[in-house]
């Protein structure tokens, strides 16, 4: 697990740099527009790809069945998150929803 | 000017205590899917402050598995994004003093930069100093001490509880209130169809590709 740790740190670092580099480093202003739309749609496609991969569970093609707890949850969840403000319930009530199914 | 930055920080620490609130639960799955990764304590509470970003933090500890490299680019991706807070919020750092201006915005996260931004009485330079080190250093005071209590419970938790299923939901929970208009939702559709479809690692940074891609692509036809 030092593998995890070291990536874990270096993220650290990298992520203190992308704080500091428009306030101290270079003025991020000045970024082309095109950079700053490619920055923007970076985050929701970023999370959109974990979501995938987290619903996969690291197979490709998956067998569904396996995994219809988790998805019901993530549906669950995403109906709620969206038309809710904050996180703390919809994800609650997803995991309930996944906790269940995963006891049938 | 004593009395006014008390108040200045009694404010801070009511403006963030529901938000402290609201990022626990995600602090809690973070420190017990570290437990069952095998990540000792110290160091998921070390990499909790340094990193001090849920979703890139979380994204390590799923992504692990298909390798140092993907993990940190699919961390590096999703905390780009304070390139741009870091951008917005530099007006109120140009009057602070050196040592802040490299110290301070190591505390700058999704929840500082709307909590401070939400504010229109922070322009004199000692008060935002105050103001930013108490929301801040509060913040991330709560976020390290709850993902420890998750990775010391995590360990605790009965075989059964899907875990990987808190995860996924932690993360739809945070994509889900982006994805108001048609083009972002494209960009996310098209980033979590290809990230489930193709095999580990190479799905997940492929998705990530092409769902910006996909944005990029759609911005300019619509400009």
């Given amino acids: ?104 | 000017m004593t009395r006014s930055l008390d108040d200045t920080a009694a404010a801070a620490v009511r403006d963030t205590v529901p938000v402290a609130a609201s990022i626990a639960p995600l602090a809690l799955v973070i420190g017990a899917t570290a437990a069952r990764s095998g990540v000792p304590v110290p160091a998921d509470m070390a990499g909790a402050a340094v990193i001090f970003a849920g979703a890139a933090h979380l994204a390590v500890l799923t992504t692990i598995g298909a390798g140092a490299l993907t993990a940190l680019s699919a961390a590096v991706l999703i905390n780009v994004r304070l390139l741009l807070y870091s951008a917005s919020i530099e007006p109120r750092f140009r009057r602070q003093p050196r040592w802040f201006r490299w110290l301070g915005p190591a505390l700058l996260i999704d929840q500082t930069y709307l909590v401070v931004t939400a504010r229109d009485d922070l322009a004199e330079p000692a008060r935002f100093r105050r103001y930013w080190s108490c929301a801040g250093g509060l913040l991330m005071a709560c976020w390290v001490a709850t993902v420890g209590l998750g990775s010391v419970l995590g360990p605790l938790l009965p075989a059964g509880v899907p875990l990987d299923a808190a995860a996924v939901a932690v993360l739809v929970g945070m994509l889900a209130p982006r994805v108001k208009a048609w083009r972002t939702a494209a960009v996310a559709v098209t980033a979590l169809l290809v990230a489930a479809v193709l095999p580990g690692g190479l799905g997940l940074l492929v998705g990530i590709v092409a769902g910006a891609a996909v944005g990029a692509a759609l911005d300019r036809w619509a400009s």
Avoid at chain 1, 82 to 98: D, T
């Fill in chain 1, 1 to 104: 697990m030092s593998t995890a740790v070291a990536v874990l740190l270096a993220v650290g670092v990298i992520s203190w740099l992308f704080r500091v580099a428009a306030i101290t480093l270079l003025p991020a202003t000045r970024l082309p527009p095109v950079a700053r739309r490619l920055l923007d749609h970076a985050v929701p496609a970023a999370l959109a790809a974990m979501v995938g991969a987290g619903l996969a569970g690291g197979a490709a093609l998956p067998d569904l069945a396996p995994r219809l707890p988790v998805l019901a949850g993530a549906a669950v969840t995403a109906v709620l998150a969206w038309r809710a403000r904050g996180i703390v319930l919809p994800v609650m009530a997803g995991l309930a929803a996944a906790w269940l199914l995963s006891l049938v």
